[in-house]
């Protein structure tokens, strides 16, 4: 029997990575039953949506973030009846026809309930987008990672993540309120508290763009923070951190994240970026300036 799979997609003004990314996942081994995408962007992708038949195309006129897009088009996904839902951003990319396939085959054959693929970076198949954490040690390194093989409870949602729909209903929907930046973290340390079986299989992979250049180190190749390029992103990672320490009670994160920026704003002697860094994290922390993108400030 053919297993119903829906993805959830979002899209933001970026018309020809979101016809590359259609063209893909509707070139998979595995079928598609129905994409679910939702575009917040100020030039609608109508017409790039129409080229394909099974494209459930949601309009928004509110900038709902990537959080907000993604929750949307996830229960957008559920609601087709799909088993699974497979989320993806619009500048990612299946690497090959079979990503699907081997991604529900990994998830049968280890009985997950999430299973997500390496995320590598586009012109740059060795390595990593996003990095993980071996033996204490941030790495970028894809050839790292195929040596473990299957990386339990570990992976970066939501880029070509495939989750079960009952899931959604154990743990919720991605938190609007957090817009960009944490939303992901949020639903990843959701499922560890419901006991989602999930992790992140070596054997396949999409491409997303990188994130080299956030990764700062502070002490070390042991202790980084994460500095992101434009004001907006910093905004929003400063603030969510500072939320999601609130929210789950994280102590060892509020150690890392005060002894690690405030040694590399001291380090540059940038005390307007600790400043800015301290405005926004203290927000975050007291619960404060959730609203929707044209009433919050920063």
């Known amino acids: 029997m053919t297993v119903r799979v829906a993805v959830a997609a ?6 020809k990575e979101l016809s590359v990314l259609l063209d893909a996942i509707n070139a998979q081994s595995a079928a598609v039953d129905t994409i679910c995408l939702v575009d917040s962007g100020t030039d609608p992708a109508r017409e ?21 897009g993604f929750a949307l088009a996830a229960l957008k996904a559920v609601a087709s009846g799909a088993k699974w839902v497979w989320m993806m951003d619009d500048d990612a990319e299946p690497a090959d026809p079979e990503c699907l396939a ?5 998830a049968e054959a280890r009985d997950l309930e999430a299973v997500v693929p390496l995320v590598v970076a586009p012109g740059h198949p060795d390595r990593l987008s996003f990095f993980f954490r071996l033996d204490g040690k941030v790495t970028h390194d894809r050839a790292e990672l195929e040596k473990v093989g299957f990386l339990p409870n570990d992976g970066h949602f939501f880029n070509g993540a495939l989750i079960r729909s009952d899931v959604f209903f154990k743990v919720g929907l991605p938190d609007m309120r957090l817009f960009i930046r944490g939303d992901e973290v949020d639903f990843t340390i959701r499922l560890r508290k419901a006991g989602i079986r999930f992790g992140t299989v070596t054997t396949t992979a999409i491409t997303h763009p990188h994130a080299f250049s956030e990764t700062k180190h502070v002490f070390g190749a042991r202790w980084h923070v994460i500095v992101p390029d434009s004001a ?5 990672y400063y603030r969510n951190r500072g939320y999601l320490i609130r929210r789950y009670f994280r102590v060892k994160s509020l150690v890392a994240d005060v002894g690690g920026y405030l040694g590399y704003f001291a380090q540059r002697r940038d005390l307007k970026g600790l400043l800015a860094w301290a405005s926004s994290f203290s927000k975050g922390l007291r619960a404060k300036g959730f609203a929707r993108l044209e009433d919050q400030k920063f």
């Open 10 to 15: 979002v899209t933001f003004n970026r018309h």
């Open 48 to 68: 790039v949506a129409a080229r394909h038949t099974n494209v459930d195309y949601v309009r928004s006129e509110a900038n709902l973030g990537g959080a907000g």
């Open 102 to 106: 081997t991604l529900l085959r990994e």
């Open 232 to 236: 907006f992103k910093r905004y929003y």
